[in-house]
């Protein structure tokens, strides 16, 4: 178990979330209703897990940090849409690039709890 504070990926994750729910994104909620939403969602549930799969072992972090990449790679996807849209304003392309850096936080993060849980077993997708 970890204090989620000490993570410094939550604090990005929380920056992503605010801007978004700032953008232009829910003004034009008429445009795109619910690509709006499910973004807001999506990207919402990435702090969350983090947050919630901290108070847990390290099979349970792994397990909500799982969880928090595919919702990155999920939300990836919806603001790479509704940039292309014109939905996002001016901060557009510093969406793009800080999902796509914090889904890589969260990735060596998982990869660092897992080596540690299994010491000298590679991790999946780890070459080498």
Known sequence: MRNPKTLAVLPRANAL????YRSPLRASGKLAPGLSAQLLRSV???PWNIAEGAALADPGFVRHLTIAIASANEAEQQIELAHELDVLGADGDWHLTEIVEIRKMMIGQRKSVLRKREPGKRTRGQEG
Do not use: A, F, K, Q
Not at 17 to 20: A, D, E, M, R
């Open 44 to 46: 919402s549930s990435i």
């Open 17 to 20: 979330v605010l801007s978004l």
